[in-house]
C-alpha cells in the first residue's frame, strides 16, 4: 500500500517542478577580447603613473525558449600624460537557462545573478591581457551588480516622473 501511495505522488510531485523557477548556468565562454598599447615601447620608459577609466555594461537577448545569453564588457582605458598606454576590451558571455520566471524577476536574473556569475571570470581575463602586455596586474575590484541595478531602477524612475512634469511646462 506504501508503494502505491508514493507512485501516486511522484507524478504530483515532478509536474509541480516543472513550474518551478529553475537557473542554470549552460556555458561561460569569452565572446571577444582586445588589447592595444599604442604608445609603446615609450611608456615603458617613463615612471608608470596610469589614469584609468573603467567601464562596464551588460546585455542579454533571448536565444531559445527560456535560454539567454548575457555579455559582460568590461573596458579599461589607461592613460598616462594625456596619452592612450593601453586599452583593453573584454567580453565575457553566458548562456542561462531562466525557466518560470518573468517580468522584473527575469530583469533582475539577467542583469544582477548572470553578471555576478561571469564578472570573475572576465576580471581574470582583463588581468592576463594586461600582464602579458607586459603591464603591472590590473585587478579590478568586486562589483555589486544589485546595487547599479538599485540605481539604475532610482535614476528611471526619477527620469519618468520628471518628464510629466517637463511636459506640463511646454
Known amino acids: 500500500m506504501a508503494e ?6 511522484q507524478p504530483v ?30 611608456c615603458f620608459r617613463r615612471t ?8 562596464i555594461n551588460s546585455r542579454s537577448k533571448k536565444v531559445d525558449e527560456s535560454v539567454y545569453e548575457v555579455v559582460l564588457r568590461l573596458t579599461a582605458d589607461v592613460k598616462q600624460e594625456d596619452k592612450t598606454v593601453f586599452l583593453v576590451e573584454v567580453q565575457q558571455a553566458g548562456i542561462f537557462e531562466v525557466a518560470g520566471m518573468e517580468g522584473e524577476r527575469l ?53 519618468a516622473s520628471a518628464a510629466p512634469a517637463e511636459n506640463q511646462v511646454q
Open 4 to 9: 502505491n501511495e508514493n507512485q501516486e505522488t
Open 13 to 42: 510531485a515532478a509536474q509541480g517542478d516543472a513550474t518551478q523557477p529553475r537557473f542554470n548556468v549552460q556555458r561561460i565562454y569569452l565572446k571577444d577580447s582586445s588589447f592595444e598599447a599604442p604608445d609603446t615601447p615609450d
Open 48 to 55: 608608470y603613473s596610469p589614469q584609468i577609466n573603467f567601464s
Open 107 to 159: 530583469e533582475q536574473v539577467l542583469t544582477i545573478t548572470c553578471p555576478n556569475i561571469l564578472f570573475p571570470y572576465g576580471r581574470e581575463a582583463v588581468d592576463s591581457l594586461v600582464t602579458k602586455g607586459s603591464f603591472p596586474a590590473l585587478m579590478l575590484a568586486p562589483i555589486n551588480f544589485e546595487a547599479v541595478y538599485m540605481q539604475a531602477k532610482k535614476n528611471q524612475a526619477g527620469q
